[in-house]
């Protein structure tokens, strides 16, 4: 087997010289901002848009982990061809013009096939700009600053992860006041209002975004590739996996914590509820992403991972305490989303970190490309499996799957060295 140097390489560029903070880290942070903007307004009313249409609210957990499948599988077709052939800037772009398509085709549908489509291309577009963003910002930066860079980039994208679901519930009441013979109508203009940002998003990146100079590898194949790839990232790989294998979409904590509260409050008040509290789990991202990446600089991004993945596990475990409680405490409510936001802070800053630490630059996209795959992969089984437990068994039975997965896959990272 080919020996890879699982050393950071030394970047040459020229960015790197003006420090981490540039024009394409500051303009990659304001696209993500922008394309959250679009995709997450609909995440707090998708539930609701579903309810209007009869379809379950089990067929969720189903839609959410195709499209990630779909996102997951693209990351790593994508990072392949733009190692190979050195084109990346033209597939970011296409990725994010994808977005707007997507929420286009939730505006039209009638029923969950065509709203599965819709996600579908929206994650198809997020999976094939993921990996080639990330390399574009890598080549921008210094080994030694890739956590305040990914710190701040992942905070930039959850700031429209905030704003879009406040926006979204905002536009939501205003739309309803029109007075529309269908009750889906209101969700609809939602729905073709968020093509605005989406549009924003590509435009944002096409001036600002510059791409270092990227050699094409017309060599380079993907399988040998991928066996070439250092045993130690192989093994991190592993440990991610597992992990994902747990780690449900958080579409599902929006439908748990609904169903908590409807008892007292009916749903109506209880989805609004649920919905904010999915924004203080955005609110506490953000806050932490940077600190997070400032943390793992100093004490090393693995150590750090670890500490993000217990979170996660504990997120898990809290919300099937809640069902076995059955409260509808605002307060452990709330409790379980902030432990969400600050896993999640930690697990989207620096699982890229980490693989940039161990695998070669003349790979890097292709190997962010495995480490998507492996995660939506994981997401596919989670989501699913949390839906279909929920339905069939019980959500404490459900809950307790994924945390139980999300341990063993903690575990697995802890043991890596």
Request: proline share 5%; charged share 10%.
């Amino acid at each position: 087997m080919q020996s890879i140097d699982p050393q950071p390489a030394q970047i040459d560029t020229p960015l790197s010289s003006k420090g981490w903070f540039n024009r394409t880290v500051a303009g990659a942070g304001l696209t993500s901002a922008l394309g959250d903007f679009c995709y997450e307004t609909t995440t707090v009313i998708l539930p609701g848009f579903l309810a209007v249409l009869g379809v379950p609210a089990a067929v969720l957990g189903i839609i959410e982990g195709v499209a990630d499948a779909v996102a997951s599988f693209t990351k790593m077709f994508s990072g392949y061809f733009a190692d190979k052939f050195g084109h990346r800037k033209a597939l970011v772009l296409i990725g994010y013009g994808l977005t707007p398509v997507g929420q286009a085709l939730l505006a039209i549908s009638l029923g969950w096939p065509l709203i599965l489509l819709g996600r579908m291309v929206s994650w198809f577009g997020k999976g094939l700009r993921g990996p080639l963003r990330d390399a574009i910002i890598v080549q921008a930066i210094t080994p030694e600053t890739r956590g305040r860079a990914f710190g701040f980039h992942r905070a930039m994208d959850t700031v429209g992860a905030i704003f879009g679901p406040l926006l979204g519930i905002a536009l939501l009441g205003w739309a309803q006041g029109f007075g529309w013979d269908d009750p889906d109508a209101a969700f609809r203009m939602v729905f073709w209002l968020t093509l605005i940002p989406g549009l924003l998003a590509v435009v944002a990146f096409l001036t600002l975004v510059h791409d270092p100079e990227h050699s094409p590898n017309p060599a380079l194949k993907l399988f040998s590739t991928l066996r070439g790839l250092p045993a130690r990232f192989k093994r991190y790989l592993g440990a991610v996996g597992i992990f994902a294998a747990g780690d449900f979409s958080h579409s599902l904590l929006i439908l748990a914590a609904t169903t908590l509260l409807t008892p007292s409050m009916g749903v109506v008040q209880a989805a609004q509820l649920a919905g904010l509290l999915y924004v203080w789990r955005n609110i506490v991202q953000v806050v932490t992403s940077y600190p997070v990446g400032v943390l793992a600089d100093r004490l090393g991004p693995q150590r750090v991972l670890v500490v993000g993945y217990s979170l996660g596990v504990a997120t898990a475990a809290l919300m099937a305490a809640a069902f076995v409680i059955d409260t509808q405490s605002l307060w452990f409510l709330g409790l379980t989303f902030f432990v969400a936001g600050l896993y999640v802070a930690v697990q989207e800053a620096l699982e890229s970190t980490v693989t940039a630490g161990m695998v070669a630059q003349d790979t890097l996209a292709t190997s962010y490309g495995a480490l998507g795959t492996v995660n939506g992969a994981g997401k596919l089984v989670s989501s699913s499996a949390v839906g279909i437990l929920w339905t069939v068994v019980s959500p404490v039975a459900a809950f307790g799957f994924a945390a139980v997965l999300m341990a063993v896959g903690t575990l697995a990272l802890l043991r890596l060295r």
